[in-house]
C-alpha cells in the first residue's frame, strides 16, 4: 500500500519513470525556451528599427488615405483632414 493505493513492483517503476519523463520534457522545454528568449532578444533591435521605419513609411505615404492605413492597423491622427 502506498498513497491510498496498492501497486506491483511494475508499477511502480512505471510511475517513476513518468516522473523522470515529465521532469525531462520540462527541462527540454525550458532550455527551448531559453533559446528562442535568447534569439529574440539578439534579433528585435534591428526588427523594431526596421517596423519603425515601415510605420513612417506607411504614414507618410498613405496618410490621407484612412482605408489604407486601416489596412495596416494604423489611424489618422486626430486633428488631421
Do not use: C, I, W
Request: proline content about 4%; hydrophobic content about 45%.
Amino acid at each position: 500500500m502506498l498513497a491510498g493505493g496498492s501497486y506491483t513492483p511494475a508499477e511502480v517503476a512505471t510511475k517513476l519513470q513518468q516522473v523522470a519523463a515529465l521532469r525531462t520534457d520540462v527541462n527540454t522545454a525550458k532550455a527551448t525556451t531559453k533559446a528562442k528568449l535568447a534569439a529574440e532578444k539578439a534579433n528585435m533591435p534591428a526588427l523594431h528599427t526596421l517596423m519603425g521605419a515601415l510605420v513612417t513609411y506607411v504614414k507618410a505615404s498613405y496618410g490621407n488615405a484612412p482605408d489604407v492605413l486601416a489596412d495596416f492597423g494604423m489611424h489618422r491622427r486626430r486633428g488631421h483632414r
